[in-house]
């Protein structure tokens, strides 16, 4: 009987899928494990990326209404809420994840466990750039962003009613869109930052909502899906 072949998946998880201006999601996070496990008996492997979403931005707002907060200090707290959150990952999957949260993307991570929990690493870096990163260092050609959105879009849709939904768009044309230069706290589909290492590498992104796993079960089965492809 021929083995089955496993497919690494690099996946970036938006903070705001874990917890949001209401508290940790309970029931997203449950239907995620669900979802993830029953991937792993497929024989696909996981390197999640916990973001820092709401809790980052709470915190760092909180200190600024305090006191000045410098760049990169902004960015450590930033850091410290995607441990905070990677570490709620790796236990609800428990012993089907990594013992340890990556924190390092540049390292190659040497082990048979299906899942693996990354956090961010240090200031100037997002947890978009990491996991292009983890990619790059695990010869994955792919990385799937997963937010709250279906779509990127080529301005704010809550601010413009004629923004315009971004199916398939390249390196060059996203990034005239968000830019090229990275500030704790930047709230973008995906970072400028991030984006120009995954054009360097050749990396394709795509961006799907995180709260729709059958589109995300499609998309893992090379299946249609609806998201955002930037190559």
């Not at 690494?8 to 209401?22: A, C, D, H, K």
């Not at 931005?57 to 850091?79: M, P, Q």
């Not at 929990?117 to 799937?144: F, R």
Request: hydrophobic share 40%; net charge positive; aromatic share 10%.
């Amino acid at each position: 009987m021929a083995k089955n072949i496993v497919k690494n998946f690099v996946i970036s998880v938006g903070g705001s899928l874990i917890v949001t201006e209401n508290g940790i999601d309970v029931s997203y996070l449950r239907k995620l494990r669900v979802f993830i496990l029953e991937q792993v008996k497929k024989g696909n492997r996981f390197y999640l990326v916990a973001g820092g979403g709401t809790t980052a931005r709470n915190y760092i707002s909180s200190a600024e209404r305090i006191t000045k907060v410098a760049d990169k200090t902004r960015d450590w707290l930033g850091i410290s809420a995607t441990s905070l959150n990677a570490q709620l990952l790796k236990t609800i999957f428990g012993t089907y994840a990594y013992n340890q949260i990556i924190n390092n993307p540049t390292k190659r991570v040497i082990t048979d466990d299906k899942i693996v929990l990354a956090s961010g690493y240090k200031p100037g870096w997002s947890t978009d750039y990491c996991a292009v990163l983890l990619a790059k260092s695990h010869n994955i050609d792919l990385v799937i962003n997963l937010s709250n959105i279906d779509y990127a879009y080529n301005k704010d849709p809550n601010k413009f009613s004629d923004a315009v939904k971004l199916e398939n768009i390249s390196w060059p044309d996203f990034q005239n869109i968000v830019g090229r230069e990275w500030h704790p706290g930047l709230h973008a589909p995906f970072d400028p930052i991030a984006s120009l290492e995954a054009a360097k590498n050749k990396t394709r992104v795509l961006i799907l909502n995180g709260h729709n796993l059958k589109n995300l079960g499609d998309c893992l089965a090379g299946r249609k899906f609806r998201g955002t492809v930037i190559s």
